[in-house]
Structures are given as C-alpha cells and as structure tokens.
C-alpha cells in the first residue's frame, strides 16, 4: 500500500511557469524509480519524464525536453517537475507514477503506483 499525492497544478498564462509535486506515503521503499505523466481530455496518458533512484538518469518526453525539469528528494520521499516556458498543448492532468526498483522506465504498464493526478491549465 503506497499513496502518492501529486499538488501545485493550476492555471498559468501560456510562457509562464509551474512546479507539481508528488509525495509518497503509506508503505513506502527504499528504492524506486518515479516518473511523471500526464492525459489531455480524449487522449491517451503520455510520459512526460522519469527519474531514477540516485537522480542521474532523466529521460525526457521530446514535446518537453528543455522546458521541464524532474527532481527527486528522496528524504522527503517527494519527487518534483518543474514547468517553464508553458504551452497551452501542456494543458492535462498529471499523474505521478512509481514502481520498485532503481532502473527508469517510460511507458505507463512499467509503473505500479499512480497518484490522483493534478490539473494543469495553460491558458492563451
């Protein structure tokens, strides 16, 4: 039993910035990879990014890359992405997802945890 809890999604004025975060709780682990993704109304979830245990591998969904910036603290058991440069394209739920094990992975059957999600809405 592991809870995640994605916050900080809103609404932002295209070009400007967010940071969400996903916090976990309950049974958690020592050592697990988390990612990010996200689903636009009437699309199917797509990966955003992903980070490993020890923070060094960052793999990035291309429509993102250079924009986003995924983090982990892992002594807070809180993983972090930080939105600049915001796109009304970007507008979505995100959800946080994580699954044991140090090694990354971008496609969503790899997970075995899910947040609620978040909204984010990047406005014209």
């Known amino acids: 039993q592991v809870q995640l809890v994605e916050s900080g999604g809103g609404l932002v004025q295209a070009g400007g910035s967010l940071r969400v975060s996903c916090a976990a709780s309950g049974r958690t682990f020592g050592s697990y990879a988390m990612a990010w993704f996200r689903q636009a109304p009437g699309k199917e979830r797509e990966f955003v990014a992903a980070?490993?245990?020890?923070?060094?591998?960052?793999p990035y969904a291309e429509s993102v890359k250079g924009r986003f910036t995924i983090a982990r603290d892992n002594a807070k058991n809180t993983v972090y992405l930080q939105m600049n440069s915001l796109k009304p394209e970007d507008t979505a739920v995100y959800y946080c997802?994580?699954?044991?094990?140090?090694?990354?992975?971008?496609?969503?059957?790899?997970?075995?945890?899910w947040g609620q999600g978040t909204q984010v809405t990047v406005s014209s």
């Open positions: 997802a994580a699954r044991q094990g140090r090694v990354v992975a971008t496609t969503r059957d790899k997970y075995d945890y």
């Open positions: 980070i490993n245990w020890g923070g060094f591998s960052t």
